[in-house]
Structure formats: C-alpha cells, structure tokens
C-alpha cells in the first residue's frame, strides 16, 4: 500500500552520487505493461481506446524508471513552496498583475488544481526550469506508477513515489476544495473537462481516466470544447448539463480567443468556478515572473523570507529580451535558451547557440525572455539491445505546494516530444 500523497520514505546511508549512478548504469525495465494496460481499462469503459494505445501513442511511456536523490526531492519541494509563499506577497502580486489582462486580476479564490513544476538535474542540483499551471500527464502518471514490477532485490529496496488509492483520495479533495474557496457551500455535483477538441489532444487518454476517477466518487463529468458551453441566467451548461465547475486544460491562457467568449464571460462573473485558471496562471506560471524568482536581491527588497530566497537558487538567472539588452544577449546568447512569454509545450523555443540572425530578429521584437542555458539530466536506457542516452527532466505536479505525483520525461531533441524510442513519461525512484 503506497503511503499518502506527499510522503515518502526517507533513505538512510545512502551515497550521495546513487541516483546518478543508477541513471547513468541501471538498464532495469520496470513496467509491466500488461498490468498497465489493465488498469487503464478497469472502470473507464474505453476498452478499444487503450488497446490501441501502442499504436497511437507508442511512445508515451518508457520501460524504465528514472532516479532522484532524496537531498533533491527535497530541494525541489522546497522550491515550490518558495514559488507559492513569495506569489501571496503583496509587492509581488502588483508586479506580477500589473503586466496581466483584466481578466486575471481578480482573484475568485481557486489556487489551481495540478501545478507543474518541471526541473533539470545537474551535478549542482535541481534547477526550476518552468512552472505550469495546467501540467498534462498526472492521470496517466499515477497509473504508470501502479503497474511498476521489481526486476531484483535492489530493485525492491528503492520506494516509489505514491499514487494509487492516496493519489485518487487526493484528487477529489482537491476539486472539492477549488469548490469550497470560491464560497460553494453545496455539494460539487458536475465538473466540465475542458480542452479545444478534446478527442484530438494527445493526452486524451488521461482525459477519459480523469473523468472515470472522478465519477467513481459522484461527481458528473463531462468532456467538451468551450465552444459547447453555453451561459445563461447565472448557470453554465454542456450537453444539457449543469456545470459547477471547470477543469481547464486550455493553453488560451486569459481565454482572450472568440471561441473561449462563453467561457471568458462565465469565469468573470463568478459563474462557474475555474481552474485552473487567468489569475493564477499570471501570478505563476507567466514567464516573465522568472525575471523576479531568479533576482535574489529583488527578492529580499520585496520581503521574502531568506529561506524562500535560498530555495529559489534553484531558478536560472532569467530577464527579458529587450531593444536595449538585445545586444548584450545576443553577444552572450551560446549560454542563454530563449522562450516567448505566451509560449506552451516547447514551441518557438531557442538554444542561443542554434539561433540565426533571422531568428534573432524576430525574438528582439520583444515577449521572449532569456534563459540561463542548463542542460538537462541524462538517461541511459536500452534500445534496440544498445544503450543509448535520453534526455531527463523531472516534474512535479502539486496543490497548494504539496506533492501530488513525480514524473520524469526522456526525450531526444530540443524539447519533450513524445517521440522518442526509449522515451515517454518514466516514474520516479527517490533513492
């Protein structure tokens, strides 16, 4: 039985280099995808979907675990928790909403369901490369963990982060308290999983998981584009349904599109409650709040506590890309990675040493930031009987600064793709 969300067992005499050494020399493939595959199909009622899921998406999932030092779990939670205080300080707030929307700046009460925060682990320790505020894979990723095998005795000895029957108790306890911060006091009866095109996205699957879950414990759900919303006399409907509440999966941040009106003008009266949603979207995952997480003098100006200040050492050195500091960075750019500020799932994002003048030009037209460049961890995985190298990033997914789920990603390329033989989604081992 996996212990409750959020803890796990603490290691003693254990080398500080194991996890790497284990990433660098254990080819152990810990997935059982038989069992997988059957706990995908229990009590979702989707049998054809997950039979078919090797051939459409083949490579979501990788065989073998990844590895994480205690020492940095622990630094990486610290972290967000340093994230979550420094965004309920005044000074930060009027910074970080002063280059939001209207939309965002009123505060219903949500915090956000599913927090994503991605890291990459160097010899230095883990480094706070991006937060999300609607962080795919934390379904599919508590399944996976559900269908992991001991290949060997050591195997045995390492503990697995929790999921299971804490992670799903979790769950509910979340959207239920989403409900109740935003002054509910009825019973949360409906939730509308909301995406463009849902059956088109790529993490559908985890979709139809998440609705299964939550069904199991009353909750009605439905799975529909906003543009099936409809609002009327205070209420807001899908499919002739009541909808109390929105789990957003939208990358429409501010849901500024024509398509998202219905739900933009529900969200702003207070209609329906959303989340995640503009607010903490802008006091969180906007990229430009880098700027400050990564000045740890701006931070100790503003107020932060000097132990929040020490746990964001973790964030890279970060500013924006401006006309007057366009020079400097591009003289500096092998040892920056630049993303735009409105961007999503790696997309327009650059390796300073990769770029063209061309690029360039574009990227000083403003709303990009630079990034100090840190490489990401390194996996060595076995393809093909050849061992070969895959990159690693490591995300938590949390709520109100507790851990929900680990996972890492193993990718090939510039960003994580889903394309990778020997990549995917891989659980986590805290050694």
């Not at 979702?44 to 940095?72: I, K, N, Y």
């Not at 961890?377 to 093909?384: A, K, L, T």
């Amino acid at each position: 039985m996996s212990p409750a969300v959020g803890q796990f067992i603490a290691k003693t005499d254990v080398p500080a280099n194991l996890s790497e050494r284990l990433n660098a020399e254990c080819f152990c493939m810990t997935l059982d995808r038989n069992m997988l595959l059957r706990h995908l199909k229990s009590g979702t009622g989707q049998e054809r979907m997950w039979e078919e899921l090797e051939l459409t998406h083949p490579h979501l999932f990788a065989s073998t675990p990844t590895f994480v030092s205690e020492q940095d779990l622990l630094r990486m939670l610290a972290t967000v928790r340093a994230v979550e205080r420094i965004g309920r300080l005044e000074i930060y707030r009027e910074q970080a909403l002063s280059f939001a929307p209207e939309i965002a700046r009123q505060d219903f009460g949500p915090l956000g369901v599913f927090m994503g925060y991605d890291f990459h682990l160097t010899l230095g320790g883990p480094k706070l490369i991006e937060v999300n505020t609607n962080a795919g894979g934390a379904f599919l990723n508590a399944a996976l963990l559900n269908a992991q095998r001991a290949c060997c005795k050591e195997m045995d000895d390492h503990f697995l982060l929790p999921g299971g029957e804490g992670f799903e108790l979790a769950i509910v306890a979340m959207f239920q308290n989403e409900w109740r911060l935003q002054g509910k006091t009825a019973s949360l009866r409906s939730i509308a999983i909301i995406d463009t095109q849902p059956e088109q996205q790529y993490l559908y699957p985890e979709f139809v998981l998440a609705k299964a879950m939550l069904e199991r414990h009353g909750i009605d759900v439905r799975i529909c584009d906003p543009a099936e919303l409809t609002l009327s006399d205070g209420s807001v409907r899908a499919g002739g349904r009541n909808i109390d509440l929105v789990y957003n999966r939208l990358v429409d941040f501010t849901f500024g599109t024509p398509a998202h009106d219905v739900l933009r003008r529900a969200y702003a009266a207070g209609a329906v409650v959303v989340t995640p949603g503009p607010h903490t979207h802008a006091l969180l995952a906007n990229k430009r709040n880098l700027v400050m997480l990564s000045d740890l003098e701006a931070l100790r100006r503003i107020g932060a506590d000097q132990a929040d200040i020490a746990a964001l050492s973790t964030v890279p050195r970060t500013e924006e890309v401006t006309l007057e500091s366009a020079p400097r960075l591009w003289s500096e750019r092998k040892r920056l990675f630049f993303k735009p500020l409105s961007g999503h799932g790696g997309k327009a994002v650059y390796r300073g040493d990769k770029l063209t003048k061309s690029t360039w030009a574009e990227i000083t037209k403003g709303d990009y930031i630079a990034q100090e460049l840190v490489a990401p961890g390194q996996r060595m995985v076995e393809v093909d009987h050849a061992q070969q190298s895959r990159k690693m990033d490591v995300r938590l997914y949390t709520y109100d600064g507790k851990l929900l789920v680990a996972a890492a990603r193993l990718y090939q390329g510039q960003t994580t793709n889903f394309r990778t033989l020997g990549g995917g989604f891989a659980p986590v081992f805290i050694v």
